[in-house]
């Protein structure tokens, strides 16, 4: 009896276990029963992205894992590595049901801590190391598929990670006596994990990362728009931004760094990284502002920081600057200002140089005014436009100080690169500067620009408040004992102690 208990329960194991075989795998009579891969690597999946390929961490479809699941749940492939011949890498041949649809999931790379596969949710989690070298290019594809007659089935793979680099160049109008030199990029308070939903791609979230990338590096990550900061000093909470190591000189003195080690300057990054897009930022140093002077990004605590013209030593009570307000170079025109205005028009701007628009006129003569009443009042720093637009010690010149260059330097009528003005040079140092003759402008007009040169001092004219004491210059002679109407165009000379 036991004899017959024994034999009854073998046969019925065995029965379970064919019925379980036959509704599982096929009978492996060929091929087309095992799975195999017809695999597409992203650029053509995707489309072309040249871009993206050239910047790109994969010059080839690398070694891929594949979870693959059945309609009840099943693994049918639990993370085992392919070759890009879509063919099982330790060789072991995996079969296809004999019916239903298995769903796959691919992912590169294969092997690699960072890029993790979660077998409840079916989602791929990518977390980024700081180290920009180790970081990883992420593609992935899915499929869903019942028994294909060849057994293949097509992976078309995506990009699910981001790409961003950090390119750099001199404003197109940076003076010569201008250099910057960068030694490394910093990409801070980027997102650092990105999850992957093989149906929707990948979203970022998680703690924030900082990532060096040299002069030339591929900063890897989760598609995001970057969070930028905005105000204060840059610090790990503060916003996504960007830290450049580098020096930058002008007429040589360092504005960023020393002799002896960088400096660092700070950008906003404000930046969409969208999956299999390479995104490159792009940095311009030295960008010429409204008020002339150049700005290379924020200091630490968030201030720009910016170089205003150099100051020229003449050996003189004061020192001049390099070239007008709202100018780059010394041969420019710069901006022209009326008396106590703080706002200057370049030639290409349009303004009506009147009394109406004169600060501090009552009427439209000149004759009423509510501020600088009396002669010889000297501007407020207020209202002194190289004070305002330049900041620190830079102030328009007095009348005394434009006496002082008259009397202490050797004027020489000249063209520097195509434009006529003075070479003022010290008669102590032979240190010298140019004066343009920019001429003036009054109501709309201009006039003898190119011939003549008209500068404001800070002091209203002794023998009427209409007016104010200026410097003008021709070919033929100079004298910085004349007065200009308030409301005149005229150029501003700073000077610094």
């Known amino acids: 009896m036991k004899h017959y208990i024994s034999l009854f329960i073998f046969m019925s194991l065995l029965l379970l276990s064919s019925c379980g075989m036959e509704n599982l795998v096929s009978d492996g009579g060929g091929d087309s029963d095992i799975i195999r891969f017809d695999v597409a690597c992203p650029d053509t999946a995707e489309g072309s992205r040249g871009a993206f390929t050239r910047a790109s961490k994969l010059?080839?479809?690398?070694?891929?894992?594949?979870?693959?699941?059945?309609?009840?749940?099943?693994?049918?492939?639990?993370?085992?590595?392919?070759?890009?011949?879509?063919?099982?890498?330790?060789?072991?041949?995996y079969y296809w049901p004999k019916t239903g649809n298995v769903t796959f999931y691919a992912f590169a790379p294969a092997s690699n801590g960072s890029v993790v596969f979660n077998t409840t949710s079916k989602t791929l989690?990518?977390?980024?190391?700081?180290?920009?070298?180790?970081?990883?290019?992420?593609?992935?594809?899915?499929?869903?598929?019942?028994?294909?007659?060849?057994?293949?089935?097509?992976?078309?793979?995506?990009?699910?990670?981001?790409?961003?680099?950090?390119?750099?160049?001199?404003?197109?109008?940076?003076?010569?006596?201008?250099?910057?030199?960068?030694?490394?990029?910093?990409?801070?308070?980027?997102?650092?994990?990105?999850?992957?939903?093989?149906?929707s791609g990948m979203t970022a979230g998680g703690s924030n990362i900082s990532s060096d990338l040299g002069t030339s590096g591929l900063m890897m990550v989760a598609p995001q728009a970057t969070s930028p900061w905005k105000n204060g000093a840059f610090t790990s909470s503060s916003g996504s931004y960007l830290a450049v190591s580098c020096k930058v000189i002008a007429n040589g003195s360092y504005v960023v760094g020393s002799a002896s080690a960088d400096g660092t300057v700070y950008y906003p990054l404000s930046q969409a990284l969208t999956a299999g897009t390479a995104t490159t930022v792009k940095l311009v140093f030295g960008t010429k502002q409204s008020n002339g002077s150049?700005?290379?990004?924020?200091?630490?605590?968030?201030?720009?920081?910016?170089?205003?013209?150099?100051?020229?030593?003449?050996?003189?009570?004061?020192?001049?600057?390099?070239?007008?307000?709202?100018?780059?170079?010394?041969?420019?025109?710069?901006?022209?200002?009326?008396?106590?205005?703080?706002?200057?028009y370049a030639s290409s701007q349009s303004h009506d140089f009147s009394w109406k628009y004169?600060?501090?006129?009552?009427?439209?003569?000149?004759?009423?005014?509510?501020?600088?009443?009396?002669?010889?009042?000297?501007?407020?720093?207020?209202?002194?436009?190289?004070?305002?637009?330049?900041?620190?010690?830079?102030?328009?010149?007095?009348?005394?100080?434009?006496?002082?260059?008259?009397?202490?330097?050797?004027?020489?009528?000249?063209?520097?690169?195509?434009?006529?003005?003075?070479?003022?040079?010290?008669?102590?140092?032979?240190?010298?500067?140019?004066?343009?003759?920019?001429?003036y402008r009054y109501g709309t007009s201009y006039a003898y620009v190119g011939s003549d040169g008209f500068y404001w001092s800070s002091l209203v004219y002794s023998s009427g408040v209409y007016s104010a004491w200026d410097m003008r210059f021709n070919s033929g002679g100079r004298n910085p004992g004349n007065d200009g109407n308030r409301y005149y165009g005229f150029s501003v000379r700073p000077v610094c102690p």
Not at 360 to 374: H, L, M, Q, V
Not at 417 to 437: C, M, Q, T
């Open 358 to 439: 004169t600060p501090y006129c009552n009427d439209s003569n000149g004759n009423s005014w509510s501020k600088y009443t009396s002669g010889n009042a000297t501007l407020e720093s207020s209202d002194d436009a190289a004070t305002v637009n330049l900041g620190g010690s830079w102030r328009m010149p007095t009348h005394k100080e434009w006496q002082d260059l008259y009397n202490e330097c050797t004027w020489t009528w000249t063209t520097l690169n195509g434009v006529n003005g003075y070479k003022v040079s010290s008669k102590k140092n032979n240190n010298s500067i140019f004066l343009p003759a920019a001429g």
């Open 59 to 93: 010059t080839s479809l690398p070694d891929f894992k594949v979870y693959a699941y059945d309609a009840s749940g099943t693994a049918a492939i639990n993370g085992k590595v392919f070759t890009a011949n879509g063919t099982s890498k330790d060789g072991t041949a």
């Open 294 to 344: 150049r700005t290379f990004g924020y200091d630490a605590n968030g201030t720009r920081i910016s170089h205003v013209p150099g100051a020229v030593d003449l050996g003189l009570s004061v020192k001049w600057a390099s070239c007008n307000l709202g100018a780059s170079k010394p041969e420019e025109y710069g901006k022209y200002y009326a008396w106590a205005a703080t706002t200057g």
């Open 125 to 199: 989690t990518y977390t980024a190391p700081a180290a920009q070298g180790s970081q990883q290019d992420v593609i992935y594809a899915t499929a869903t598929k019942s028994r294909p007659t060849d057994g293949k089935v097509a992976l078309a793979f995506k990009h699910a990670t981001a790409a961003l680099s950090v390119s750099w160049s001199r404003a197109g109008d940076l003076p010569s006596t201008t250099t910057v030199s960068v030694s490394n990029v910093k990409v801070c308070n980027v997102k650092q994990t990105g999850t992957l939903s093989f149906g």
